[in-house]
């Protein structure tokens, strides 16, 4: 795959490509070698790659925003793993319509097909039970609360009584 048509044609993503898909390469030719990593590594990885994020702080919430033109909602999956990790994933199928059917093919196609992934560390003060998520225009925005500051604990003073 030409990663240059897919617009990552920066030094960064020209690397990762490369170690991916020599790392598909050991990994197809020689399955019983624990020498490299898994395919669902591979793949996961990949899916990561592909998914730019925004991550904002505010003084009450991280907001996470995702580009995902033209999904549906139930093409997005948005869950919170062990350990406090945000996962959002989801595919983006290739359209079948009725214009296949009558002979039109693709001459070219850019728009990126497939399984999407990406996962985010929560901070601890993160709060779990107040996530809330929404996909507009074709970006989702994940927004997790943040719990309240613990209240500082005040001295404990203990009366010295005489002997």
């Known amino acids: 795959m030409d990663i240059s048509l ?21 990994t197809t030719n020689n399955k019983s070698s ?17 998914t730019p994020a925004d991550v904002k702080e505010y003084p009450n919430s991280y907001v996470f925003i995702v580009d995902m033109p033209g999904l549906k909602s139930g093409d997005i999956k948005v869950q919170v793993e062990e350990d406090n990790v945000l996962v959002i994933s989801g595919e983006r199928k290739r359209e079948h319509d009725q214009e296949e059917k009558e002979g039109v093919k693709y001459v070219r196609m850019e728009r990126r097909i497939g399984k999407f992934m990406r996962k985010f560390a929560l901070p601890e003060n993160a709060n ?30 203990i009366q010295v009584q005489v002997a």
Do not use: W
């Open 6 to 26: 897919m617009g990552f044609d920066t030094p960064f993503f020209r690397n990762l490509h490369h170690i991916l898909e020599a790392t598909d390469d050991t």
């Open 128 to 157: 779990l039970e107040k996530i809330s998520a929404i996909c507009q225009d074709g970006v989702l925005t994940v927004t997790v609360e943040k719990l309240p500051p613990p209240e500082p604990k005040k001295p404990k003073t």
């Open 34 to 50: 624990n020498a490299g990593p898994t395919g669902a590594y591979v793949r996961d990885a990949r899916a990561m790659a592909a």
